[in-house]
Every structure is written in structure tokens, then in C-alpha cells.
């Protein structure tokens, strides 16, 4: 009985050594957005976010990533979204008109209400061309202040909702702080 409980041990010792390493070394879909902060005065000109794509390790190619753009429109309006990169575009949520409700919560902040969608594919699986070095200009984003006096504090979430087969990605955050423009 010893015996099959210490190779039943050094088996689950061998997958938990596996698991490990491959969570290390997993590749992963990577978005870049700058800038990370960005100020705004209340009622003033929107502001643009640039939005770009990379793998780790570099260069991978995938059948595409489907990416969201969540935040509070309370608080934000999408005024546009505008694709840079053209190679695969499925999909892209340009206007305000076309932004969807974010029921699902998939970015796990319950502070957003609203996602855009922008997507990219390629059926043999040899996304982006591979001719582009990362990171890939892939879209910019421009939101306005949707209110004419609240002024604070929101944050606008970008995550590959849609990932390869074999990758992971890990959302990131960009705060915006709406100010009065007033001294």
C-alpha cells in the first residue's frame, strides 16, 4: 500500500512541477495603452487612448484576440473608436451608438456598465501578418465627459476577451480624472 501511495505522491509532485512551469512560461496576448493616466477638464475635448498588441514570447502568431473596452457611462461616452491596424479586422464597435451593455461583468469591475468590442481573426491562424513587429498599433479610443459638472475619479479596462487557443492575457487599466477647469 506504501508503495502506490508514494508513486500516487510523486506523480501529483510531477503535475503540480508541470503546472507550474507552464503558468511561468504560458503565452500570452498582451495589450499596451498609453497613457495609463489621463486628465481632462470637465466639459472640454475628449480624450484619445492608443491601443496596442504584443505576445509573450514576442512575434507569436494566433488565429486572432477578441478585445473589450469596458467603462461607466455614467461617467465616459465613447465618442469613437477607430481601427489603426486593418489586417483581420472582424469587428469594431465605432460609435456611441453601437457600445453594448456589459451584463456579463467580464472585466470583474462592477463600476463598468458599458463595453466596446473590437475584433480580429485569421482562419490559418497567422495573426498579425508577419511582416508587423509588436508591439502593434491596433485601435485608438476616444471618450468624452459624459457629465457637464461631475468631476473625479474612473477607470476604463481593456482585456482580450476572446483569447488564442494555448494563450492567456492579463486586463489592463487606464484611470481618467475629470477635473473642474477652474482654479
Known amino acids: 500500500m506504501r508503495r502506490i501511495d508514494a508513486k500516487v505522491g510523486s506523480t501529483l509532485f510531477v503535475m503540480a512541477v508541470s503546472l507550474v512551469a507552464a503558468l511561468v512560461h ?48 455614467t461617467k465616459l461616452r465613447l465618442e469613437s473608436l477607430i481601427p489603426i491596424y486593418q489586417e483581420g479586422l472582424l469587428q469594431a464597435t465605432r460609435t456611441a451608438g453601437s ?23 485569421s482562419f490559418s491562424g497567422r495573426w498579425p501578418d508577419a511582416d508587423s513587429q509588436g508591439p502593434l498599433e491596433l485601435f485608438s479610443v476616444e471618450f468624452v465627459a459624459e457629465s457637464e459638472t461631475w468631476t473625479g475619479e474612473t ?29
Open 26 to 73: 504560458a503565452n500570452q496576448q498582451v495589450l499596451l495603452i498609453e497613457p495609463a493616466l489621463i486628465v481632462m477638464d470637465v466639459g472640454g475635448a475628449g480624450t484619445e487612448l492608443t491601443v496596442s498588441y504584443d505576445t509573450v514570447p514576442d512575434g507569436l502568431q494566433t488565429a486572432g484576440a477578441g478585445i473589450s473596452v469596458f467603462f461607466d457611462s
Open 99 to 121: 457600445v453594448i451593455v456589459d451584463s456579463s461583468d467580464l472585466d470583474g469591475d462592477h463600476s463598468t456598465d458599458r463595453r466596446a468590442i473590437i475584433a480580429y481573426t
Open 155 to 183: 477607470q476604463v479596462n481593456f482585456g482580450v476577451t476572446s483569447l488564442a487557443s494555448g494563450f492567456s492575457s492579463m486586463n489592463r487599466s487606464v484611470r481618467i480624472r475629470i477635473q473642474s477647469d477652474s482654479p
